[in-house]
């Protein structure tokens, strides 16, 4: 007979999912209630206010969508998106790709502004793109691209796209809560997250937010969203205030008590004080990674606090680390994908994951496998300097 699933107990350093605070996993597991009872309404209406918070904006339209990041994407896209339009498309990491796919499948064309994968957008390319091609009708652009690490200048596209009078869709799936999303100061028009990175809740749920020019391109489009899920013509009407509501989908209600409660947490805590600990902890370890021997691939100027690319030293099988990581120390980190495939680790410090104890456990535990590898680091000198840091 099959019996119950108990999963090992980790440390998640890896891109995403981050550690889950008790509290959050405590959440989902309350009594489920009818996603149209009133008690769950005035639940929903808090979770739209602390998204605001979050995404430091006013927007109406600012919800929770039943899905894992990659659904809020496809939710900007397809709603904002029509056949026969040009997006100016992003691309300097894994997710950028994505964005091309998502335009690709709405009809439309992609004129593509490519920079290399550790590199940030080039902002002279976009101003390029949006001069040589009149009739644009957005720019998408990956804000924190979790596979190389990097973070690119949102404000500065965003304004572009405002000069030219196109629509700006931006990814902040792994910097919302992390670094900073100043979405009304921005002037970003539609802004998509995901649960599991910085928010630390479980995957499944991803907040959206769309400037009210952005509702209204979706209010006036010539057709049907092809999406009838994602269409938010329909899922406003499930999220819209106190008594209107109208059945559209069965929101997943535990997971939506979970995000509530990772979303008190971090108001309890600041947003500004949860950027000043992500930064703060990227201190520590990088610290640590540098006086190990070891280094970090992206340049200072533009690298991402919450998610670090560790260069591998020559002659490791670095899978064999990961494994050792994971079956020695329960510490999951990520490999590198696409163009830095085998030439880094990605190392999380999201959410919950970031706090002086997942740095001097990734640093002992990345020295004690290193060294059995026979890697050619300095050993003993990462935890004093690591510490340093922490104070
Ligand atoms: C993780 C991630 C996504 C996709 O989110 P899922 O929850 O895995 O669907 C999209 N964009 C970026 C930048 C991400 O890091």
């Known amino acids: 007979m099959t019996t119950s699933f108990n999963p090992p107990v980790r440390r998640l350093m890896g891109p995403g ?31 739209k206010e602390m998204l605001r918070y979050a995404f430091k904006t006013k927007n109406a339209l600012t919800i929770p969508v039943s899905g894992p990041g990659s659904v809020g994407m496809e939710t900007c896209f397809v709603n904002l998106v029509e056949a026969g339009d040009t997006i100016i498309v992003c691309q300097n990491g894994a997710f950028g790709g994505r964005m091309k796919e998502n335009v690709e499948r709405c009809g ?7 920079d290399d994968w550790g590199k940030p957008v080039d902002v002279a390319k976009v101003e ?37 009078g196109v629509l700006s869709i931006v990814d902040a799936v792994t910097s919302l809560g992390g670094t900073p999303v100043l979405t009304d100061e921005w002037g970003a028009d539609a802004v998509y997250s995901g649960s599991q990175k910085c928010l630390s809740c479980m995957p499944g749920i ?29 899922v406003m009407g499930y999220w819209s205030g106190e008594g209107a509501r109208v059945y559209h989908h069965t929101a997943p209600i535990n997971p939506l008590y979970a995000i509530h409660e990772a979303l008190v947490m971090l108001e309890e805590e600041g947003l500004e ?92 535990a990345m020295e004690d496998v290193l060294s059995e590898q026979g890697a050619a680091i300095n050993t003993g000198a990462a935890l004093p300097a690591a510490r340093a840091v922490l104070g």
């Open 128 to 164: 390029d793109a949006l001069k040589a091609n009149p009739g644009v009708k957005a720019v998408a652009f990956v804000h924190a691209e979790t596979s190389t690490g990097v973070q690119s200048d949102a404000a500065a596209i965003c304004a572009l796209a405002q000069e030219h």
């Open 273 to 364: 004080q949860a950027w000043a600990r992500h930064a703060a902890m990227h201190s520590a370890l990088r610290a640590g990674i540098e006086a190990m021997g070891l280094s970090l691939i992206v340049d200072e100027a533009y690298r991402l606090p919450q998610l670090n690319t560790v260069s591998i030293p020559e002659g490791v099988d670095e899978a064999a680390v990961r494994g050792a990581l994971l079956s020695r120390y329960n510490l999951e980190i990520g490999a590198g994908l696409g163009d830095l495939a085998g030439k880094v680790w990605r190392v999380g410090l999201m959410g919950q994951s970031a706090t002086g104890e997942h740095v001097t456990l990734f640093l002992s």
């Open 108 to 114: 439309a064309t992609a004129v593509m502004v490519m």
């Open 17 to 47: 999912p981050s550690d889950v605070h008790p509290r959050v996993l405590g959440a989902m597991a309350r009594p489920t209630i009818g996603h149209l009872d009133p008690e769950f309404s005035r639940m929903m209406e808090e979770v």
């Open 206 to 234: 991803s907040p959206v937010t769309i400037s009210e020019k952005a509702a209204d391109v979706v209010r006036s489009r010539n057709h049907k969203v092809q999406s009838w899920f994602m269409d938010l013509n329909l």
